[in-house]
């Protein structure tokens, strides 16, 4: 079949709205210090990676997983200090628990979502045919605007609200009160997005009793077992366990599993490394409020976003990228992102390589 008419084919087949997409596209880092994806940059002791490969010798990788994952489930909700009944749905990151969700919305709903926020929201949305309303945040800070998100849930109706908490790319904690105005006016679902917990220091998690329509959202992703694929979603049983419906049965590998349950052991590790990546965080926003022409905004996450001069951003972008670190190019977004760069919280090795590397640029 020739490319034309297999084009035919697409545009016969498949749904516009999937034709209309961009592919998420992720920039090769070969060669590069990687500070583009909030991973943590921290190697586990060598003694905890022989362990953890002891624990999967034994791993029946013949066998299917177990499909809910119990043991790993369990320490989910320890270490989240979940009552042991709180129902959990585990998704193949956090990224399918967001498709799981908006798969379950009836056609023709609404998803809204503050602008910026986390592009998965959008993209799966758009890919399942869904509206998608953003509501613009605050220019100069990132806060929510509470008017306009009321104003838009009473207009729009939405089936679901997504609340990134910090916000993704923008690093700040919505008010409390905001939020809480906007769970109580939703008609549907409110989904608190707390990937970047380990660093924030807040959560609305204790909410969860209080609501029937709030769910909270984590991942190991952030915290160090990015690798692993691994988000949780807790919330009201009634709508877990519709959700749990579609989930497929073995969306949880079991390699995954085992190493996730054997890290979480040793979760305090993890907690070491976060509180280094905290530290890190105000050094490294220090200086960067401390050169001319760029601005920091406060970050509770493990990365920081930054203007620059306007219209500069491609150029820095790219003379810290040929430096040997990659960072995160937001300006193409435009909106309240035009001159924006985004870095992800690395070694103090790497934070000063990222550092030394705009100096140079902004010298030239
Ligand atoms: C990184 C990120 C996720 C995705 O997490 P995975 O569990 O790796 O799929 C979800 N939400 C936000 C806001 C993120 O920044």
């Known amino acids: 079949m020739d490319t034309c008419s297999a084009n035919d084919l697409t545009g016969k087949l498949l749904r516009p709205e999937i034709l209309a997409l961009t592919a998420y596209h992720v920039t090769d880092a ?14 586990w002791p060598e003694g905890l990676t022989t362990e953890w ?16 994952a119990k043991a790993v489930t369990a320490i989910i909700r320890q270490l989240n200090k979940l ?3 709180t129902p959990v749905l585990l998704g193949n990151g956090s990224d399918e628990i967001i498709q799981i969700l908006l798969m379950a919305l009836k056609p023709g709903s609404t998803v809204l979502a503050p602008e910026p926020t986390f592009v998965m929201y959008r993209q799966i949305s758009q890919s399942l045919g ?13 806060a929510l605007d509470l008017t306009k998100t009321l104003e838009a849930i009473s207009r729009f109706q939405p089936g679901i609200i997504f609340l990134a908490y910090p916000n993704n790319p923008s690093g700040n904690l919505f008010a409390d009160d905001s939020i809480h105005a906007i769970i109580k006016a939703a008609p549907g679902l409110v989904v608190l997005d707390e990937a970047y917990s380990p660093f924030a220091g807040a959560s609305f998690i204790n909410a969860l009793p209080d609501y029937n329509n709030l769910l909270i959202m984590r991942t190991v992703s952030k915290l160090g077992l990015a690798g692993l694929r691994l ?12 959700l749990n419906k579609i989930r497929l049965p073995y969306n949880i590998n079991s390699l995954t599993q085992i190493s996730v349950e054997f890290a979480l052991k040793h979760s305090v590790i993890f907690e070491q490394q976060a509180s280094a990546i905290c530290a890190e965080r105000t050094r490294v ?8 022409g760029i601005t920091p905004y406060p970050s509770s996450a493990n990365f920081i976003l930054f203007k620059t001069p306007r219209g500069k951003a491609p150029e820095i972008f790219q003379a810290i990228k ?3 670190v990659l960072i995160k190019n937001l300006a193409s977004q435009n909106g309240l992102l035009a001159d924006c760069l985004r870095v992800t919280i690395g070694t103090p090795d790497e934070n000063s390589q990222f550092l030394n590397g705009l100096e140079k640029t902004l010298t030239y």
Do not use: W
Not at 30 to 43: C, F, Q, V
């Open 30 to 43: 070969s060669g590069l210090i990687k500070l583009d994806a909030m991973e943590n940059p921290y190697p």
């Open 53 to 68: 490969l002891e624990s999967l010798r034994h791993c029946p990788i013949n066998r299917y997983p177990d499909p809910e």
């Open 83 to 85: 009552p042991d009944d």
């Open 130 to 142: 869904l509206n998608y309303h953003a509501v613009p945040l605050q220019a100069d800070n990132f």
């Open 231 to 242: 988000g949780y979603l807790a919330g009201p049983r009634s709508i877990v366990e519709q």
């Open 285 to 292: 926003s220090r200086h960067l409020a401390s050169l001319t």
């Open 322 to 324: 040929e430096q040997g």
